[in-house]
């Protein structure tokens, strides 16, 4: 069964909102990346987590590894539609390193 | 500049045909994955390969078949007994010590 839940899997939001999306893992997790994938595009790595209650940001976005290592959350403010695509967690799964387990995502629409 | 391509970029089969896509990195990459993506699912892996000469089915791999004779070539072939392969196929690749995933640009592959 999935392991990485993402929720929500839409989210339509005015420029100039807030944005988050969060993924629970049923297992504690070594780390959790996050992949951008742009309409019509492939999914492109943004970042990894690896310590327990890490906070990274990047400009507008900020993620966040929870103190159990099961949770993460990426967080965009005042959203532009640059930001528009579908947004992936991935943590690793079973003991072969280099296979991860992605989230169903969740599709950020923004309106101008 | 290194990276992964994947040909065609849009591929149209008759059903019951068998297709082999593409995937070629120039990244010097160990491990090179095979996933599938669907509207509303993520990502699926088909098959994995940490090695040459060498590759393990993945949660979907019915239907599929890989060889990887080379390090930088990872082909995979839809069989005719995949029932639905039509859908979104991205080739990604991770080095050593370094998981992070770099995707192809995919091939849309549509069964009529």
């Known amino acids: 069964g999935q392991q990485v839940m993402q929720i929500p899997q839409y989210q339509h939001v005015q420029e100039g909102e807030d944005f988050t999306t969060y993924c629970n893992s049923s297992?504690?997790?070594?780390?959790i990346q996050w992949y951008k994938q742009r309409p019509g595009g492939h999914p492109v790595f943004l970042i990894q987590?690896?310590?327990?209650?890490e906070v990274k940001k990047q400009k507008r976005l900020t993620f966040q590894f929870g103190e159990a290592k099961k949770n993460s959350s990426l967080h965009i403010t005042a959203t532009q539609t640059t930001d528009v695509g579908t947004y992936f967690c991935a943590g690793p799964r079973g003991s072969t390193l280099g296979r991860l387990y992605f989230g169903r995502g969740t599709q950020l629409t923004v309106w101008p | 500049d290194g990276g992964i391509t994947q040909s065609p970029k849009y591929l149209f089969r008759k059903e019951g045909q068998n297709v082999t896509l593409s995937c070629e990195q120039n990244?010097?990459?160990?491990?090179m994955y095979w996933y599938r993506q669907d509207p509303g699912q993520g990502l699926r892996l088909i098959y994995y390969s940490q090695i040459v000469n060498d590759f393990q089915k993945g949660d979907i791999a019915e239907g599929y078949s890989v060889s990887r004779e080379k390090k930088e070539s990872f082909p995979l072939t839809v069989t005719s007994a995949q029932k639905n392969p039509t859908a979104f196929y991205l080739c990604a690749s991770t080095g050593s010590g370094n998981y992070r995933y770099t995707f192809g640009s995919g091939t849309r592959l549509t069964v009529v």
């Open positions: 987590l690896v310590k327990s209650g």
């Open positions: 990244l010097n990459h160990d491990a």
């Open positions: 297992t504690t997790l070594s780390n």
